[in-house]
């Protein structure tokens, strides 16, 4: 797939074309020039950690110029100035969520800091460029099948459900049966969880004798659902199309895939 979601190539959803008014390579390019413009501006002033790091960007010549940031270097100036580190734009007062990686690398997880504005923004995205392109709308009931621990997981997309107007139903602290027997007893319309967890749902379910009737089944976490076997077997095992979606603790959301199984589209206007 040559486009990215909503720039050259309407994105193709069952509840329709979903279009930008970025139309252009050169749009798309002058946008997010801007857009890095203005955060480098921000993070250099304030910025303990990136302020010797980066230089100012006129360019893409100079935009290729900056460093690579890799996680031990966070992680290092997490063990260098606990609990947080210095990758800090704004006062620590200003923070009003805390999310984390989720450790399976065997090392420290990589604690993770979120604004007001930048939580509302990973919300905005979920209902605007996830959900309502999936064709999920005000009146579904999503229901959420993870931890709800410190892990980002679908943390996004149960403030996102909410922000679109649709029913969110937590899935925290219970078994693969009671989660199950809640999505039949709640009727729930659409199902967010990892695709593997996906296909373990279905299995209990169908051991258990419980139909489950959901339209869309939105994953992460794992490339299943961009997998055609895999996909092919959640949906025939759960009923509703599935769709991938791709993000970072560090980043928030970058893509979703389409009706079109074509690959994931990277919302190059964020």
Known sequence: MSDAYGFRRSYAGPAGMVTS??????????HQLRAVQS??????????????RLHDVTSWDDFERLPFTTKEELMVDQRDHPPYGTNLTFPLQQYVRLHQTSGTSGSQPLRWLDTAESWAWWERIWAD?????????????IFFAFSFGP??????AFGGSQRLGAMAIPGGAMTTI????????LQATVLCCTPTYALRLA?????EGIALH????????????SIPSTRAAIESALGGQAFDHTGMTE??????????????HLFESE
Do not use: K
């Open 214 to 225: 959901l339209r869309r089944n939105i994953h992460a976490g794992e490339p299943g659902a």
């Open 203 to 207: 299995e209990t379910a169908a051991a």
């Open 251 to 264: 980043l928030g959301p970058t893509g979703v895939s389409c009706s079109q199984r074509d690959g994931v």
């Open 178 to 185: 009671q989660r199950v027997q809640v999505m039949r007893d």
């Open 21 to 30: 008014p970025l139309r252009s390579v050169e749009e798309i390019r002058q």
């Open 39 to 52: 955060g480098l501006e921000t993070v250099r002033r304030t910025n303990a950690f990136y302020r010797d």
């Open 129 to 141: 460029l996830i959900y309502a392109p999936a064709g999920v709308t005000r009146d579904d009931r």
């Open 151 to 156: 892990f980002i997981g679908f943390w996004s």
